[in-house]
């Protein structure tokens, strides 16, 4: 599986930014599409995800409210729409492909089956 990812940038805080990501290769509808993020100086974060086959979601607690991530299963395209941010959401974004268990499990990222080559999010106060 191959993800390429576009989108993120430069937002100030409260602002909008979104994010895509376009699975190739062998995706199992199974499997889950979702993102990681890695703050300067923090460890990696499982941010949110989405089942291909069902569109069953994860989203980590601190951007409840503020993020949605939704699919298109038939192009594996999924995307993520960032509201409400904040200076704490700046990080670089990473597409990931993989169970769904390991986007909410701790080191789930160790299992990821295949990474997007990371955007970056800056969020200015």
């Known amino acids: 599986v191959q993800l390429v990812e576009s989108g993120g940038g430069l937002a100030q805080a409260g602002g909008s930014l979104s994010l895509s990501c376009v699975a190739s290769?062998?995706?199992?509808?199974?499997?889950?599409i979702g993102w990681f993020r890695q703050a300067p100086g923090k460890a990696l974060e499982s941010v949110a995800g989405?089942?291909?086959?069902?569109?069953?979601?994860y989203i980590t607690d601190s951007v409840k409210g503020r993020f949605t991530i939704s699919i298109d299963a038939a192009r594996d395209t999924a995307y993520m729409q960032m509201n409400s941010l904040l200076p704490e959401d700046t990080a670089v974004y990473y597409c990931?492909?993989?169970?769904?268990?390991?986007?909410?499990?701790?080191?789930?990222?160790?299992?990821?089956?295949?990474w997007g080559q990371g955007t970056q999010v800056t969020v200015s106060s």
């Open positions: 989405i089942r291909i086959d069902d569109g069953d979601t």
């Open positions: 990931a492909f993989g169970d769904m268990a390991h986007f909410h499990l701790p080191d789930g990222d160790r299992h990821i089956k295949a």
């Open positions: 290769g062998r995706t199992y509808d199974d499997y889950t």
